[in-house]
Structures are given as structure tokens and as C-alpha cells.
């Protein structure tokens, strides 16, 4: 699975795309967002605010109980903001 990152999130991470293989256990937008943090301090640091983090799952906003174990792209990024 392909997993896209933006802006200060990508930042943060540092990486803007990566391809993993999600745990068994992770099925849902929320898994998604409780395991990212475990792989490192960067994530720890990117994500340590899941619920402001936005998720498309396949090109298409996704609410936290979206299963995510069939998507080809997981895309993360932070709240838009207009100006």
C-alpha cells in the first residue's frame, strides 16, 4: 500500500510517499493513525495529534472507521486552511 504524505506532515515525517504493509490488526483509518506513531519518533512527532490529521483513502476523504485494508493509496495531511 501506498501511503502520501503533505505538507508539514511530510515535513515532519520526512518522506513525501512511502509503500508499506499495514499489520494484520490495522483495518480502519483510526488503526492507521494509532500505528503510524510507533514506527519512529518522526511519526510520533507528525502524528501526535490524530484527530486534526485529514485522511483520503483512494482519493476520497475518509472518516475514521473507513477500512483501509483493501486501498492501493492512504494519503495524511493536515487541516486546510483558507486565507
Same mark, same amino acid.
Given at each position: 500500500?501506498?501511503?502520501?504524505? /503533505? %505538507?508539514?506532515? $511530510? *515535513? ?7 509503500? +508499506?504493509?499495514?499489520? %494484520? *490488526?490495522? $483495518?480502519? +483509518?483510526? *488503526? ?10 518522526? /511519526? ?20 475514521? *472507521?473507513?477500512?483501509?485494508? $483493501? ?5 495524511? /495531511? ?6
Amino acid at each position: 500500500m501506498k501511503l502520501v504524505y /503533505f %505538507s508539514w506532515v $511530510k *515535513d515532519r515525517i520526512g518522506i513525501a510517499e512511502e509503500t +508499506v504493509e499495514l499489520p %494484520s *490488526d490495522v $483495518k480502519t +483509518v483510526t *488503526d492507521l493513525l494509532a500505528w503510524l506513531p510507533t514506527r519512529g519518533a518522526n /511519526f510520533a512527532n507528525a502524528l501526535s495529534e490524530p484527530a486534526i490529521i485529514r485522511v483520503a483513502v483512494d482519493q476520497e476523504y475518509a472518516t475514521p *472507521d473507513i477500512d483501509v485494508t $483493501k486501498a492501493t493509496e492512504i494519503a495524511l /495531511f493536515p487541516p486546510v486552511t483558507g486565507g
